[in-house]
């Protein structure tokens, strides 16, 4: 074993921010409060959110730990984190975002499978770490390389976390070998979260960052790298986070019909109000974030206050000291953008926010339309009802 290990029960878990919305205590999964998300450009790593299959794995000792790279290569071998700390360190600033975002909206449609949660399972952090790309060429497969002279084609990456979903067995998720060997890719063996050494919940001591890339495929707890021939066969690429047509339920699915989610869909969500908001007359800041996978950037946010007759544009930002434009190359590809507009109300209202990326996908006009069993990529119209006070 590689130095990690999988408690049996929850006796160890870490200590968790108090303001954390919890979905779930065993397995811990809890996103921040909308106010909390986009307090911040990059989320503190006590406001990031948690999904998690299983108790927290524990390194007994870090001297121990070592990743073992292996498969469909020349020259497998063991490293330490020392090792891997050798290489180059690059800081990637990225999204995460988890498939089921924005889930419950979709569960009062019809019922789903999964965690229920609101619009805030997404962190923007600045990840510190080497590229697997890098790491790769120890193992004798270059950068820029779609298939190995093994015939690999695919990068697995296993945890030392046990799922029930995996009778017991280790979360594992792989992607495309042309992926994870490219440079511009930015996929990382993160051991840094936000300039500090990766906690426990966030996969200390080592864990993936796909940039672009729903989170399920960033796996933490690392424990071992394979190139393969075909994709994963874990059960959270097989038969999970995969999207359907809303004509397919529980009882006629086919797994093998669809592949596994990789990039995420243009997003965007309002955080500066809630559902439940009882306002007075007068002027009401509307502000969230928008992003969406593949580095493409936030060309533009349209906000509705009659329900969606007619539209103004959101002003747009990322770091406030450098304007956003939209894949610049002064902007944060992989991260989110934050947008705001001044609104006046003066009676109930129901405000949108919809957000088109720089390849001009827009989102879903309605969350029915886009409905699947497993309640993922919920990327709908967010709208808030805002109610006056008499």
């Given at each position: 074993m590689s130095g990690l290990r999988g408690p049996s029960d929850y006796s160890e878990e870490p200590l968790r921010h108090p303001s954390l919305r919890i979905n779930a205590k065993e397995p811990f999964n809890a996103e921040p409060t909308r106010e909390d998300l986009i307090s911040s450009y990059i989320t503190p790593v006590d406001f990031f959110y948690e999904r998690n299959h299983g108790p927290i794995p524990i390194v007994d000792d870090i001297n121990s730990y070592y990743l073992s790279i292996g498969g469909l290569v020349e020259k497998p071998k063991k490293l330490s984190l020392d090792d891997i700390k050798k290489l180059p360190k690059y800081n990637v600033t990225a999204t995460l975002q988890c498939a089921g975002n924005r889930r419950t909206a979709m569960s009062k449609i019809r019922a789903v499978r999964g965690v229920g949660w609101d619009v805030a399972t997404l962190g923007n952090a600045i990840w510190g770490g080497a590229k697997l790309s890098d790491?790769?060429?120890?193992?004798?497969?270059?950068?820029?390389?779609?298939?190995?002279?093994?015939?690999?084609?695919?990068?697995?990456?296993?945890?030392?976390?046990?799922?029930?979903?995996?009778?017991?067995?280790?979360?594992?998720?792989?992607?495309?070998?042309d992926q994870a060997t490219n440079p511009a890719a930015d996929v990382l063996l993160a051991y840094e979260m936000n300039?500090?050494?990766?906690?426990?919940?966030?996969?200390?001591?080592?864990?993936?960052?796909?940039?672009?890339?729903?989170?399920?495929?960033?796996?933490?707890?690392?424990?071992?790298?394979?190139?393969?021939?075909?994709?994963?066969?874990?059960?959270?690429?097989?038969?999970?986070?995969?999207?359907?047509?809303?004509?397919?339920?529980?009882?006629?699915?086919d797994w093998s019909t669809r592949k596994p989610q990789m990039d995420f869909p243009v997003q965007c969500a309002i955080c500066s109000l809630e559902d439940t908001n009882v306002l007075k007359k007068g002027e009401v800041i509307v502000a969230g974030y928008a992003v969406s996978g593949g580095g493409r950037g936030i060309e533009r946010v349209d906000i509705s206050v009659d329900g969606g007759k007619t539209w103004l544009e959101a002003s747009r930002c990322q770091k406030s000291d450098v304007p956003y434009v939209s894949c610049d190359v002064t902007s944060d590809k992989w991260a989110w953008v934050f947008f705001k507009a001044v609104v006046d109300i003066t009676e109930d209202s129901t405000i949108?926010?919809?957000?088109?990326?720089?390849?001009?996908?827009?989102?879903?006009?309605?969350?029915?339309?886009?409905?699947?069993?497993?309640?993922?990529?919920n990327t709908s119209w967010h709208r808030i009802r805002l109610q006056i006070a008499p």
């Open positions: 790491l790769l060429e120890l193992v004798g497969v270059s950068h820029h390389t779609a298939i190995t002279s093994l015939g690999g084609k695919h990068a697995e990456f296993t945890s030392i976390d046990q799922c029930p979903e995996e009778n017991g067995g280790p979360y594992k998720a792989s992607i495309p070998l300039g500090e050494v990766l906690n426990r919940d966030h996969g200390y001591p080592l864990r993936v960052i796909v940039p672009g890339v729903i989170g399920a495929r960033s796996v933490k707890w690392l424990d071992r790298i394979d190139i393969i021939e075909e994709e994963s066969q874990g059960f959270f690429m097989q038969k999970d986070y995969k999207m359907f047509p809303p004509s397919v339920d529980w009882d006629n699915i949108i926010a919809k957000a088109v990326d720089s390849s001009a996908n827009v989102q879903p006009e309605r969350v029915e339309t886009i409905w699947n069993l497993r309640g993922i990529l």
